[in-house]
Structures are given as structure tokens and as C-alpha cells.
């Protein structure tokens, strides 16, 4: 099924530019993760997976430890080289949500990880729909900045300013193709608190200059950010010690795929 949709110019962009940054920057996911792939999602061995949006493959190794069979599809030809890379027995595809290059019905589960917001449109959520078999399970996930601690919140207002037209998961956006539809049950959501621990570097920085809209910046504007992000250690004890702890709450999203629609 061909697509009409194009990439957006922040994700093939940015991604294309800051695929190191990602795989060192992006957080994994917390362990209790692992409980809600398999109990709410059905992931063991026999199943079959698809990775959308699979980008270096952070989601993808996890999915891989439940002993499914996992398809991972990335757009991005950066992210995907660095997939192959990372994890070579995972079957790695070139295909968009609108168009992903497998049968009707060869999936028993699809998942998004980080990524959905970037394609939440009818089109997407029917070739989904056709990818996964009747009964199949649809699970999106999203590691989500905890900013009522007050640096988180300041980052947010740093990196806020550059988004443009970006899709968000906070704007909530992602949600409206659901509404009305008969291809998906309602979403179930699940909350799980989480944490990236490492250096500033690693879980500030690097974490930040992996937002597609920053890393699509001029390289004198992504050294702004750097440098407004490095001023925060003056201000912030917590910031300067050796290891840190960046809090977030991990956000799993369940929809069955509709036998009839």
C-alpha cells in the first residue's frame, strides 16, 4: 500500500543528524515494562511483533527478550543502519506507518514506541489495522518527562521555544484518530515511574540534543541549547553530582484491533 504522507521534516532531519545522540542519550524502559508486554500484550514465543517507528532499536531489544519474533520498520535510513547494527538476528524494514511492507493479518501485535505522535492519521491507524490479524493487540508507549520536579520544567521551557510544528505526545493530538473509529477498542492506559540514570552528559545533554527539532537546528543554535542546558548545573546542586537521575513516567497505551470494522 503506497504512501501519501510524507516524513516530517524534523523527524528525517533531525534523526538523520543525531542518531548517535539518540542511542546514547534515549532512555531505556523501566523492567516492570516487561510484566505488561507479556500479560497485557500476549508477547512470548510463538508471537509475531512489528517494531513501528523502531528508530535504533532502544524498544526493539526489549521486545526481542520476550522470544517473539520481531519485524522492526524504520523510515529513517540512520536509524535503521544503526538497528541493523545494534541488533543483526532482528528482521530490519524500510517502510513509513502508512505504508509498512508486510501481509495482511502477519502480525499479533503492533507497537509504537516514542513514535506514534509522529504519525497519528486515519491512514496509519487502517494500515495497522490491516497488519495485525483479528484480536491482535496495538500498544504505544511513551517515556514522559516528569516536570513537576522544577529542572525538569526548565528544560521543557528550553526546548519548548524550538518545536514549531513538531507533533508532541503531551499536546495529546496523537489521540484524535481514534475518536469515532470502528477499526480498535477503546485505549487502556497504564502509568509506570521510571528513571534514566547516568551523567549530565548522557541524560541531560545528549538526551536533548536527540529531539528531532533540536537536532535539526543550525549547529550554532543546537550549541545555544547546550550551553542554556549547562547553565542549569549552577543553579541546580542535584545537576552536579557525578550520576543523576532524570524522572520520568513511562506511558503504555493498549488498543485490541476490532475483529469487524
Known sequence: MPSNTPIHDAAQRGYTSASDNYQRGRPEYPDALAGWLGEALGLRAGARVVDLGAGTGKFTKLLARTGATVMAVEPVDAMRARLSENLPAVR???????????????????????????????????????????????GLIWNVRDESRDWVAEITEIV?????????????TWKRPFEGQTLFGPLQRTVLPHSHVGSFEQVVLDRILSVSFIAALPESEQALVADRLRAL?????????PVIAFPYATEAWLAERLVTA
Open 160 to 172: 519548548t521555544p524550538y518545536e514549531g510544528d513538531a507533533p508532541r505526545f503531551y499536546k495529546g
Open 92 to 138: 530490519a524494514l524500510a517502510g513509513t506507518a502508512e505504508a509498512i511492507p508486510l501481509a495482511d493479518g502477519d502480525a499479533d501485535v503492533l507497537v509504537c514506541a516514542q513514535a506514534f505522535h509522529w504519525f497519528a492519521n486515519a491512514q496509519a491507524l487502517r494500515e495497522m489495522h490491516r497488519v495485525l490479524r483479528p484480536g491482535g493487540r496495538l
Open 233 to 241: 548545573k549552577g543553579r541546580y546542586a542535584e545537576l552536579r553530582e
